[in-house]
């Protein structure tokens, strides 16, 4: 079955970087366009960044474009987002996202920005 297991997430002052890991099973990884979600405490869950399977391709939101990175190793089955200049509204919990038939999800780690 597919499972997609994130890491990384924690309390980072503004300013300061985090890198998110996504372990993906059940699927063959790289055939497969991979994404980072993200869902702020009273909002809507949003696109973050979106990359295909062998990661030429990619997409960003407006909010973190020049900030943000999104890679993925097809050897180790993992995608990553590398997050810099973090900041508060950053805030929120982030999904690994694959995007096979349908999409799965994984179940989300913690990033909060503050002071």
């Known amino acids: 079955q597919v499972q997609l297991v994130e890491s990384g997430g924690g309390l980072v002052q503004p300013g300061g970087s985090l890198r998110l890991s996504c372990a993906a099973s059940?699927?063959?990884?790289?055939?497969?366009?991979m994404g980072w979600y993200r869902q702020a405490p009273g909002k809507e869950r949003e696109l973050v960044a979106r990359?295909?399977?062998?990661?030429?391709?990619?997409l960003y939101a407006d909010s973190v474009k020049g900030r943000f990175t999104i890679s993925r190793d097809n050897a180790s089955n993992t995608v990553y987002l590398q997050m810099n200049s973090l900041k508060p509204e950053d805030t929120a919990v982030y999904f690994c996202?694959?995007?096979?038939?349908?999409?799965?999800w994984g179940q989300g780690t913690q990033v909060t920005v503050s002071s």
């Open positions: 990359t295909n399977n062998v990661g030429g391709t990619t």
């Open positions: 059940g699927f063959t990884f790289n055939s497969v366009t």
């Open positions: 996202v694959a995007f096979l038939v349908r999409m799965y």
